[in-house]
């Protein structure tokens, strides 16, 4: 499975007619415990960059940015009760949205190899 | 019940017990239809009055206080909070006085109020003051309305944007979003001043204002201020001073002879008003020529007879609150301005500005100032020089152990592991020492036995508390939880 | 008076220990041309001489205390026992910072937490958080809150009996945003719609009612409820009310020309993240053992800077200790019969007021602690003639100017106020005085 980056620390990848989205292990990392979030709406649109939801810990609340452009189809609705699974499971149980877009948003994010490098920017 | 045995209020009720008894009703019972009338009564406590006084008495003792202990909180001014203001405040012709008096039955407290607003707008160099404002965040809200009603009244109404310093108080940026404009940040030089190359790049015909803490929350002068608000105003922007450090300067400098516009005073800050465990407050806003004609009203004039009355201004924001301000906490302040005088309240900010510099100069061999400058009153150091895996809060925490309260923590936001230390004038040359004698010996404890600070602190009721599970599973109201 | 310890050797040794020879040179980053201004404000004085100024001052206002008192309008004359100034003198409260430090500010933090719980019964709600500066700072709190639940709708809608002051305090906070504030009955533009239990003029509302046409319109309903009637009416939150906001004066905290009161704010869990102000919760330490500590901060300003739910950054902590040590002290039955006292005290005086010749009480609805009374001369003159004999009627309503979105208020229209504090023999003297007043009699 093929997962792209945005430089906002949201990953993007293809799963049947959708893509999948979520935060990266870097960034649940750095935001620590997370204790919130707040999920768009489905059937919002969204739009590449813009904000689409809250992502909240003790000390922190932070904007997630959608990392594409289009409709959210489903949200994972299993982080109301169980937040921390963005913390425990980043990549796969801690799972944001499903997203309805086109393949050109998705190939203007970062490959793995690309993010992986400009990770290596962000820690001073 | 919690260990050192505190138990609730309601741990403590039996059904039935009477606290302080009502009097029985000399009038008829009158009907009222059940529909307006709520099913069953408020499970509210039953104690008796011992039990209640012992219950506050002991949880009064799980406090720090100022009456206790040293409280060197950063940008808080926790100064000492003399007696004779809570007698004055408590006079019964101030606390049994009712807003809508006729100002004729009034004249006590308008005079006080009248004289406040002179006595703080002389202090800092402005035209008028109004005393509304409940806190801080209260005046600050005032002041960048009263920018917005300058520009929108002269029909100027592109300027959308408000600069707010990276070093500010999150309420700068707060208050600056509530009343509709966007925060741009400006960046600090590596003096840990305002970047002036960085204003002068901002500054356009977008901006309505800069919002200012001078001294800043680094616990420095802005060495360039009057290049900085002669910036601001080329473009024709505003600037607001934002006086939460105003204990540094009373008697040394007026802001508003260096240009500022508009600012807020903390009376619970500089004038030694209580805190209260987190307010009242009273944030009163002064104004310059340009922005007193927008003051929030009503203010305090004095007609031609020589009485009291109250005035609007004539293009004011409006109200920010009901009735006449705090007005309990100017009565304390005032009090305050009549016991120090002119003299004493610069030789308040003096005492506090040196106390601040000796405390800075007793430690800065083991925690530097992050800038080193001579500091106003109040300097900030780095955690970082702490022994390896050690923070600045376990450097607080272990200073509960030794009886102190800790400094202001991560604030500023740009300084990394930041301790923000204000000791204020009134701590004697003893309490200063032992202070940093302290501060030395965790530094040491943090290279030798980083545990000790890892776990502190040790001897408190409660050690430190899970926040993840306080907002992950609530509890905010439940009788007999504690 | 000075406040500062530092004796001269002190100042010697700190200035020795920098390499200064003055203080002056401490202050080098100020602007010469700037630095020790002339500052006209005179020199300090003695304690006694402070205090004996401060009483002529205060002997220059009429204190209720001395008087026949049915004066109103928001804030109002209680019976506060002796223990809440008792526990409020304690330095260690009224000396103790905002409980950021949970480990050294549990008494704090417990007070608070227990006064949620007491108001959260009071109204009916399971979330009230720490207090606003008072309850028209509350109430505009609740509007911009409103906007955030409800995007795209952009009307504040008031019931009629909302203080005028309350509404110019909404009007300033609510300048900026693109909210309009009518007044009417919430409708599909609606953000929320606005009560107040008993209305400003007294009025006892129908919640229930009030509520249900409300949220039909898919507004959030804020009801602004008087916490001490609240022990006696049907409470906002049996009556589904999203936010409740009050004025917290009447438990227990004297009039001081009104402030500081304590604004009241509660609403429910399912808004938490929207709600402004400091919130006070109950967790555990490593150890098991229960404490206090603030919590839901991410909402706020020290941490969400321009994107936090309010600029808020204080509370009026003393005044909520007040209003819990009130609430304990008079305790379940106490504050549920002072509340009962006063509509019973309330309905005396209206039946017997409207029973004067030349006056008039509308009691075609109920009242609560307050209502108009038609004079049959301007008000303004009957207050101020029965002023002169110690007796203060009430609030003359014509000092309000006629709001867009208030009421419109009569010259002849008297806002009388009774609390438990009057008694029988002191209503029936204010309507002895009423009957006699010179154009007061037919």
Known sequence: ?124 | MNQNGISSLWELSSSGRRGVVIPRSDVPAAELDDKYIRKDAADLPEVSELDLIRHYTRLSTLNYSIDTRFYPLGSCTMKYNPRVNEQTARMAGFAASHPYLPESMAQGNLELMHELQKDLAELAGFKAVSLQPAAGAHGELAGVLMIKKYHESRGDTGRTRFLIPDSAHGTNPASVAMAGFEAVEVSSDDRGNIDLARLKELCDESIAGIMITNPNTLGLFEEQIIDVISTVHACGGLVYGDGANFNAIMGVVKPGDLGFDVMHYNLHKTFSTPHGGGGPGAGPVAAADSLKDYLPGPLVGRSDNGSFTFVQPAKSIGRLKAFNGNFGVLVRAYTYILSLGGNGLKAASESAVLAANYLLSRVKDVLPSWYDRICMHEFVSSGQSLGEGVHTMDLAKRLIDYGFHPPTVYFPLIVPEALMVEPTETESIEILDAFAETLRVIVKESQDQPELLHDAPHRETVSRLDEVMAVKKPVLRDIGRI | MSYNPHTEGDRLKMLEQLGLKAVEELFQDIPESCRYPEVDIPDGLSEMEVKNRMKQLSDRNQSADDALWFLGGGIYRHYIPSVVDAVLSRGEFFTAYTPYQPEVSQGTLQALFEFQTMIGELYGMEVVNASHYDGAAAMAEAALMALRCKPGRKEIVLDEGIHPEYIQVMETYLADSAAVIRMGRADEASACFITANPSFTGQIRDLKALGEECHAAGALFIVHADPLASAFLERPGACGADIVTGEGQPLGIPMSYGGPGLGLFATTKKLIRKMPGRVVGCTQDAGGRAGCVLTFSAREQHIRREKATSNICSNQGLMALAAAVYLAALGKEGVAGTARLVYDKTAYAADALNSLEGYSVDRSHPCYREFVLNCPAPAEAVAHELQKEGIFPGLALSRFEASPYGADFKENQLLVCVTEMNSREEIDRLAKALAGYKGGSK
């Not at chain 1, 937040?83 to 425990?88: F, I």
Request: charged letters at 30%; hydrophobic letters at 35%.
């Open chain 1, 1 to 124: 499975m093929e997962i792209r980056y945005a430089k906002t620390h949201e990953w993007a990848a293809k799963e049947g007619d959708l893509y999948i989205c979520g935060l990266s292990d870097y960034a649940q990392e750095k935001v620590g415990d997370i204790v919130f979030v707040e999920l768009p709406e489905t059937g919002a649109a969204v739009e590449q960059g813009a904000p689409f939801g809250v992502i909240e810990s003790v000390k922190a609340a932070n904007d997630l940015y959608s990392p594409l452009s289009g409709e959210v189809a489903a949200v994972n609705e299993a982080l109301e009760d169980e937040p921390e699974l963005v913390n425990s499971s980043p990549l796969k149980d801690g799972w944001i949205c499903k997203i309805k877009s086109d393949d050109a948003s998705f190939s203007a994010l970062m490959s793995e190899d690309e993010y992986k490098e400009y990770l290596k920017g962000q820690d001073d």
